[in-house]
T-cell receptor, first 113, second 112 residues
């Protein structure tokens, strides 16, 4: 069983640029969610996707957007990057249902200079 | 954003000692989860708890879902050096899909 994979592992961008992060969900999982983890903190929920639509969002501005594809893989896009966007971005996948635990990828480390 | 209150923030222990950490919230969760994160990796699920009062073990790890549904604890018995890492609690509500609310983490250091 293949786990959650994310690419790239590291990325350096300049303030004002745009970035796209990618995630392949674990096989058999149809729900994908994205989290931002600042240094020394717990992950913060950005949004989740199910059936290719966003169906839950945390306290993040509209310049954070995403996509889910028919094969359940997903992208996170961030426009107009700010220095505070520097963080580890984690993708998690699960089946639907409250008792289906989330499995995380190893994340993309984004540095904005 | 809202986070759970997790304590202690860090622990320095000797190999073989037992460890206890806990998480509290001002609101109810329907599921409590405990994750471990090591440098350069994502959080790995250790234990999931689905019912108030539930006590679940996974090897040397034991976790409980508080009766009030507002708290949980994790115990690690007979710690070993590979237990080093950051432990996070996370709560999940029935109405919020895959949205987890995380604690701030407990950094565990085990001295051989």
């Amino acid at each position: 069983e293949t786990g959650v994979t994310q690419s790239p592992t590291h990325l350096i961008k300049t303030r004002g640029q745009q970035v796209t992060l990618r995630c392949s969900s674990q096989s058999g999982h149809n729900t994908v969610s994205w989290y931002q983890q600042a240094l020394g903190q717990g992950p913060q929920f950005i949004f989740q996707y199910y059936r290719e639509e966003e169906n839950g969002r945390g306290n993040f501005p509209p310049r954070f957007s995403g996509l889910q594809f028919p094969n359940y893989s997903s992208e996170l896009n961030v426009n107009a990057l700010e220095l505070d966007d520097s963080a580890l971005y984690l993708c998690a996948s699960s089946r639907t249902g409250l008792n289906s635990p989330l499995h995380f990828g190893n994340g993309t480390r984004l540095t904005v200079t | 954003g809202q986070q759970l209150n997790q304590s202690p923030q860090s622990m320095f222990i000797q190999e073989g000692e037992d460890v206890s950490m806990n998480c509290t919230s001002s609101s109810i969760f329907n599921t409590w989860l405990w994750y471990k994160q090591e440098p350069g990796e994502g959080p790995v699920l250790l234990i999931a708890l689905y019912k108030a009062g539930e006590l679940t073990s996974n090897g040397r790890l034991t976790a409980q879902f508080g009766i009030t549904r507002k708290d949980s604890f994790l115990n690690i018995s007979a710690s070993i050096p590979s237990d080093v890492g950051i432990y996070f609690c996370a709560g999940r509500r029935e109405t919020s899909g895959s949205r987890l609310t995380f604690g701030e983490g407990t950094q565990l250091t085990v001295n051989p």
